[in-house]
């Protein structure tokens, strides 16, 4: 059976790792993770390369893939986009700005975050990156307003396999949905 395509347009620390958990459960060969050579791809606009490489996955989230929904839309018009989304605006900036502390020493491609938020440490300006957040959303909803599949899921607001398996006309595994990186209140 041939898997739809599943692409995240969700930006990073909103429950992405815990949608490449489902799909690894559901089958789904995906491009997982940050990838720093697709990453300077995205940065130099070369688009088409990445766009490609999609062609060969069932599915993909994180850097770059969630700035690249619109020529992945063009390119992959059948496949199910999800939105994910923190409860808060105030999680997610909180959730970032914890994982910038850890990630501070690893390589990166130069100029990324900056790239992407304008900034490269959350807290340097807390409120840019809640505008970015909303406006990114708000972007990714306007459009697929009037296309394609696009779905929205906050697994802290108990989404998970009804959601995801409903879109994919697929029947819910028996495990648990996995919640990745859990968040400790």
């Not at 070369?46 to 062609?55: A, I």
């Not at 696009?150 to 006309?169: F, H, P, Q, T, V």
Request: glycine share 6%; proline share 6%; charged share 30%.
């Amino acid at each position: 059976m041939k898997l739809r395509k599943v692409i995240c347009v969700g930006l990073p620390k909103t429950g992405t790792s815990s949608l490449q958990s489902a799909l690894k459960i559901l089958g789904y060969k995906r491009l997982a993770g940050f990838d720093m050579a697709d990453c300077m791809k995205y940065l130099r606009g070369d688009l088409e390369p990445l766009v490609e490489k999609m062609g060969a996955h069932d599915g993909a989230q994180d850097w770059p893939w969630p700035l690249l929904y619109q020529p992945l839309y063009r390119a992959y018009p059948d496949a199910l986009f999800v939105l994910t989304v923190r409860k808060s605006e105030d999680v997610w900036l909180d959730s970032m700005q914890k994982h910038a502390e850890l990630k501070r020493k690893l390589v990166r491609p130069p100029g990324m975050r900056q790239h992407i938020y304008g900034y490269e440490n959350p807290a340097d300006n807390p409120q840019h990156h809640i505008d970015h957040y909303r406006t990114h959303n708000a972007r990714v909803r306007d459009y697929f307003s009037d296309k394609g599949e696009l779905i929205e899921a906050c697994w802290e607001n108990g989404d998970g396999w009804d959601l995801l398996c409903r879109a994919l006309k697929m029947r819910a595994p028996a495990e648990a949905f996995p919640h990745a990186n859990k968040r400790k209140d």
